[in-house]
């Protein structure tokens, strides 16, 4: 009497296949359903990224709230001495214990990430992210020289990590969904969902595809909407801009110049730190950078915490020339130290008060050089936004936009142009062309390939690529059972071995040595004794994008690999066939 398969199993079973053919789907991301699911994947990343914000936010301001309160002051600028020395020594050597003992090492910020998209296929452990989380509020609690974005941007990533390996997705949809929770942290934190966009695919992906964009400007888009329609955790930039005189191009020129000068000292001078503080455990070196921000804040009491005060201040000219040069350059020594010592956080935001000081000073001076013409400090403080972060990240676009979104200021378009450009020029010819990321990353002994075509393999999946015409046979098989696969239209027979390994033939060879009237009488074939060419064929997981598939053919001097993945009961379930060929073929520039 024949078993029927019970009612759950059948169910599971056609569940299982309707989400295979979904992931088949999002598998070629540049056809429109697999599109339109990656979108709708990447606006859900969006939300769950935006209620992590929200969390970050409450958790800093719930500890802070106590601590200005016992000791004094609303800020950090207008505590004690006492309480400026004190409490980012303690913050730090707290921070650096809890670092060693518990967590072993520092990984976190958008190094991180882009480390796990290189090499490790966009999976971003929750372990990490959720100890940089708990480690940002603590640094930025105890006003170390960091800024938010960087945990934002990786809890984001590892959000759309998690969904993405929740769903079982193939891994270069999984690349995707990370560099929509970045953009999502990024656009959360600072409401600029465009600039955010750009930025993670100018900084964090580094290409730009269509395919690409949607699912990050959706991401982008509802991460913004959560943190904005839940409560306001944005920061407000107050500048006024009335236009610019034809005399002061020249100047802004020069102005861009300078800070490019300044950005690639930044990046320089961090990467002349990684080396040395390396050789120091890290809860010594964290303690060190604490160290350094909290004699800097003696003076410069404005070094500490997130500064979206000190960037207002500048952008209203509150500071004079010397205090104004002395912040940026006070800045930028902690901020080095605290990215050399892998410091959790970011360092977008402390660009943002390096640059809008430094670019407050040299529009005083143009004040000065040029009255009558020259522009208020405000205006140099906003474009020294713009002109220190393109030239530590390397990222142009970025910056402009960043510049006109927080001011919604249109018609700095022009100026912004001539500034950041001209520090990006500058700072590519200083720091050889660095991104302080890219020199962090190599300071680890790690390289990004990002040439076309290694980024069109990060983009395709093997399901996209790989031959489903085939028959798994064994070795041995009758005649009569090998007469009627031939009969169907396919291009391989996959051959199982006893030794677990798997070789690849073409049926043509099989069909040529049938019909030699010698072999008439066979009733049964050993499939690795006759002639014709045989291909070993090495498994890959039916998630895996191209370009693993191409440095495992690579690795193992391979012809061809089998597509498959482990189902219940450790049963291998086959997808298709992927040959050397068949990568070489399938760039599409």
């Not at 300078?258 to 503080?277: E, K, N």
């Not at 998630?543 to 193992?556: C, G, H, K, P, V």
Request: aromatic share 6%; glycine share 10%; with cysteine.
């Amino acid at each position: 009497m024949a078993i029927r398969p019970s009612r759950g199993r059948t169910l599971r079973e056609a569940w299982q296949g309707r989400l295979d053919s979904l992931r088949a789907q999002v598998a070629d991301i540049e056809n429109t359903p697999g599109l339109s699911l990656l979108c709708l994947l990447g606006a859900a990343t969006g939300g769950l990224c935006g209620l992590v914000i929200l969390a970050l936010h409450t958790a800093i301001h719930t500890l802070q709230g106590p601590l200005f309160e016992t000791f004094g002051g609303r800020t950090f600028v207008d505590s004690s001495i006492a309480f400026r020395v004190a409490v980012p020594i303690l913050g730090a050597v707290l921070l650096g214990i809890i670092v060693e003992r518990l967590f072993k090492s520092a990984e976190h910020g958008i190094v991180h990430i882009i480390e796990r998209l290189v090499y490790y296929q966009g999976y971003l452990p929750l372990k990490a992210a959720a100890a940089e989380f708990t480690m940002s509020v603590l640094a930025l609690t105890t006003g170390q020289s960091v800024g938010r974005e960087g945990v934002a941007a990786h809890t984001g990533a590892a959000t759309g990590s998690w969904l993405g390996r929740r769903l079982d997705l193939p891994n270069n949809s999984v690349r995707t969904l990370v560099g929509c929770g970045a953009a999502a942290g990024i656009a959360a934190s600072f409401n600029t969902p465009l600039a955010a966009v750009i930025f993670a695919m100018e900084v964090v992906m580094m290409e730009y595809t269509i395919a690409g964009f949607a699912p990050i400007i959706l991401a982008a888009v509802t991460g913004s909407l959560v943190t904005f329609t839940l409560t306001d955790v944005h920061p407000r930039l107050m500048a006024d801009y009335s236009g610019f005189a034809t005399v002061e191009l020249p100047y802004l020129a020069f102005v861009g110049a300078i800070l490019g000068v300044a950005g690639a000292g930044f990046t320089r001078l961090c990467g002349a730190l990684v080396p040395w503080m390396g050789r120091v455990r890290i809860s010594l070196r964290i303690a060190l950078a604490g160290v350094v921000t909290a004699l800097l804040a003696i003076v410069y009491p404005q070094v500490m915490g997130l500064g979206f005060d000190t960037v207002n201040a500048s952008l209203a000219g509150d500071f004079t020339i010397t205090m104004a040069l002395g912040i940026g350059l006070a800045k930028l020594l902690a901020t080095s130290f605290a990215t050399a010592a892998a410091m959790p956080g970011g360092v977008i935001l402390p660009t943002f008060v390096i640059g809008s000081a430094l670019g407050s000073a040299l529009g005083a001076l143009g004040a000065m050089l040029l009255p009558g013409h020259a522009n208020d400090a405000g205006l140099y403080a906003l474009l020294g936004i713009g002109a220190m972060m393109g030239a530590v990240l390397q990222a142009p676009l970025s910056a402009l936009v960043v510049i006109l979104e927080l001011s919604g200021q249109t018609g700095l378009v022009l100026p912004g142009m001539l500034v950041v450009i001209a520090a990006l020029v500058v700072s590519r010819r200083i720091a050889v062309s660095d991104s302080l990321f890219r020199l962090l990353l190599r300071r680890r002994g790690l390289d990004y390939r990002n040439d076309p075509i290694s980024q069109y393999l990060r983009r395709a999946s093997v399901i996209s690529a790989m031959n489903r015409r085939f028959r798994i046979v064994e070795r041995r098989i009758t005649r009569g059972a090998l007469d009627e696969i031939l009969e169907n239209n396919i291009d391989w027979l996959l051959i199982r071995r006893r030794d677990g390994r798997a070789s690849l033939m073409r049926p043509g060879d099989v069909a040529r040595f049938l019909s030699n009237a010698e072999n008439a009488d066979l009733t049964e074939v050993d499939l690795m004794e006759i002639p014709g060419q045989r291909a070993d064929a090495y498994p890959i997981h039916v998630r895996a994008s191209l370009q693993e598939a191409f440095d495992q053919i690579a690795r193992n001097e391979a012809d061809a690999l089998i597509v498959e993945r482990t189902g219940g009961s450790n049963r291998t379930i086959t997808y298709g066939v992927l040959t050397r060929e068949t990568i070489d073929g399938s760039y599409r520039p």
